[in-house]
């Protein structure tokens, strides 16, 4: 990581550094764990109702890019989720919001930003 970029994950509640140091650093451990796990379930939410930029502001970059798989996930499972009858015209539909999502990502790496944010 270049001097001066990086990211931060804020733990849900904090832990003390005091006692045995093995038994404060499993705590600390268990908090990163569920700390991350609150933030990928917001996530898991908050893809799905924001708009797309504002999403990826929003998260940090690991969460913000699992949220962007689950919407493909979602887009071509709704299109397989179809009839025969209309998976056509679904595929088709589902295809340009993907590609509509792939152009605002390309113009969003086009902008000038640091390598983190990149």
Not at 21 to 48: N, P, T, Y
Not at 68 to 85: D, P
Request: hydrophobic share 35%; aromatic share 4%.
């Amino acid at each position: 990581m270049m001097k001066g970029s990086e990211e931060k994950v804020v733990l849900t509640e904090g832990v003390l550094a005091e006692g045995n140091i093995e038994e404060w650093l499993v705590r600390l451990e268990k908090e990163m764990q569920k700390s991350v796990r609150e933030i990928c379930f917001r996530g898991a939410q908050d893809c799905h109702s924001m708009p797309l930029r504002d999403f990826i502001d929003a998260y940090p970059s690991q969460v913000a890019l699992l949220g962007i798989q689950m919407l493909w996930t979602s887009k071509v499972g709704e299109c397989l989720e179809k009839n025969k009858k209309d998976q056509g015209a679904e595929l088709e539909k589902k295809k340009r919001d993907i590609n509509n999502i792939m152009a605002e990502l390309t113009q969003l790496c086009l902008e000038n930003m640091n390598d983190l944010r990149r």
